[in-house]
Nanobody, 114 residues
Framework: QVQLVESGGDLVQPGESLRLSCVVSGLPFSRYGMSWHRQAPGKEREMVATINSVTNNTWYPDSVRGRFTISRDNAKNTVYLQMNNLKPEDTAVYYC???????WGQGTQVTVSS
C-alpha cells in the first residue's frame, strides 16, 4: 500500500522560510518522479514544483520560481520542498503527489501571515 506522509507545515510571517517533507512508502521511490501541489481556499489545486526520477531535473511555475526548491533523498524515500521568502499568497494546504500512479498525500497546512 502506497503512503505519502507530509510534514513541516506551520504558521510563519512573510519573508520567513519553511521546509516541507514527504516520506513515501510502498513503492520503489527512486524510480518515480514526484511533485508538490498546493490548494488555497476557494482556488484550484496547482503544481508548485516537480522533480523527475532519472536526472533530478526540476520545474517551477513563475509564482514560486527562485523562492521554492524541490529535492529528494532516495536513501530516505523523502522529497522536500524548501520555501524561502514566503508571501501571504503562499498560504495553502500543500500536497505531495506521485504523478505516475495518481497518488496524493494528506496535505500539510502552510499559513503566511503577520
Amino acid at each position: 500500500q502506497v503512503q505519502l506522509v507530509e510534514s513541516g507545515g506551520d504558521l510563519v510571517q512573510p519573508g520567513e522560510s519553511l521546509r516541507l517533507s514527504c516520506v513515501v512508502s510502498g513503492l520503489p521511490f527512486s524510480r518515480y518522479g514526484m511533485s508538490w501541489h498546493r490548494q488555497a481556499p476557494g482556488k484550484e489545486r496547482e503544481m508548485v514544483a516537480t522533480i523527475n526520477s532519472v536526472t533530478n531535473n526540476t520545474w517551477y511555475p513563475d509564482s514560486v520560481r527562485g523562492r521554492f526548491t524541490i529535492s529528494r533523498d532516495n536513501a530516505k524515500n523523502t522529497v522536500y520542498l524548501q520555501m524561502n521568502n514566503l508571501k501571504p499568497e503562499d498560504t495553502a494546504v500543500y500536497y505531495c503527489y506521485v504523478p505516475y500512479i495518481n497518488h496524493w498525500g494528506q496535505g500539510t497546512q502552510v499559513t503566511v501571515s503577520s
